[in-house]
């Protein structure tokens, strides 16, 4: 089964979608189990009430690549 890369806690920004979401930074509130190379967490914007789940690819470490 592979690693999850992001940890939980960590701040990341959601990148590759733009229609109804919010621009970051979301958490990381739980990694989702997954056997193929699609891994997945659930996210969480302090602007937002609800969670989203997105894909591994879909999300990169805050701070990363905004200088």
């Known amino acids: 089964m592979p690693d999850h890369r992001f ?3 960590q ?5 590759g979608r733009t229609h109804n979401v919010p ?16 891994l ?3 996210i969480k914007s302090r602007d937002e009430t609800h969670e989203r789940v997105v894909s591994e ?3 990169r470490p805050a701070g990363e690549g905004e200088r």
């Not at 701040?11 to 990148?15: G, K, R, S």
């Not at 621009?23 to 699609?38: F, K």
């Open 7 to 9: 940890r939980l806690g």
């Open 11 to 15: 701040i990341v920004m959601l990148v």
């Open 23 to 38: 621009p970051g930074p979301y958490e990381i509130v739980r990694q989702l189990p997954s056997e193929t190379a699609d």
């Open 40 to 42: 997945r967490y659930r």
């Open 57 to 59: 690819h879909e999300l």
